[in-house]
């Protein structure tokens, strides 16, 4: 989730989001590791817009925020849109980080997927301000992945864990790094079509509280 933010003299569009974490495995470190690498991915696609006859920047602004001491209210009663609550844990069900929903400004994440480079933090921000999946998964053929593709998706060898092997295969299926943010992305995110309509925020407020996932005895 995110505000929208113009700057009109500059010729600018400010996307302002905060990533405020909690959780056993989460602290600034990480916090500061994911809001920076979201950021930068976003902003590399050097993105632009139309609006009312001008070209305008889009540039992406996300602080961190670590709450050790987070409380339930705090996150069920936020009314502040740039906000995005996230749980982070060394453990969770299935193995992946997700937002709640598409246009959630909540979430839970798992701490081993947040290592440097993994695109997580970023392709599940994509989600936070809106964005789903690409209808269509197998891209083979169609270069670099855009940053909305999900970890089993299909794409040419040079962009899978293992190059070696068949699309499809052991390891033939995107390896997360190689994700990119594209214009494309930006422009499904149809900023200029909510300024027309005087909205200033991608998302919708969630508000969830996770509570640490337990595993599951056998």
């Known amino acids: ?10 010729g600018c569009i400010h996307i302002h989001s905060v990533f ?32 009312k006859n001008r070209l305008y920047k889009v540039q992406f602004r996300i602080t961190a925020q670590y709450n050790s001491l987070l409380q339930p209210d705090t996150v069920t009663q936020n009314r502040q849109p740039k906000h995005n609550f996230i749980r982070i844990e060394d453990y969770a069900h299935r193995n992946i980080s997700v937002m709640d929903a598409v246009g959630s400004n909540t979430g839970y994440f798992l701490r081993d997927n947040l290592y440097p480079g993994s695109t997580t933090a970023a392709h599940e921000y994509g989600h936070s301000l809106g964005l789903p999946h690409p ?25 899978q ?58």
């Open 20 to 51: 405020i974490t909690y959780g056993g495995a989460a602290d600034f470190a990480i916090t500061r590791q994911i809001a920076a690498e979201t950021e930068m991915m976003w902003n590399d696609a050097a993105a632009r817009i139309y609006w």
């Open 135 to 159: 209808a269509d998964l197998n891209i083979v053929g169609k270069g670099i992945p855009g940053i909305m593709y999900p970890r089993g998706t299909l794409v040419s060898p040079e962009f």
């Open 161 to 218: 864990y293992d190059p070696k092997v068949r699309p499809g295969e052991g390891g033939g299926t995107l390896n997360p790094v190689f994700r990119k943010v594209r214009q494309q992305d930006i422009d499904l995110l149809n900023i200029a079509g909510w300024l027309e309509k005087d909205r200033y925020v991608l998302g919708k407020f969630t508000n969830k509280y996770h509570e640490p996932q337990v595993r599951e005895s056998k």
């Open 1 to 10: 989730m995110g505000t929208i933010e113009p700057d009109y003299r500059a």
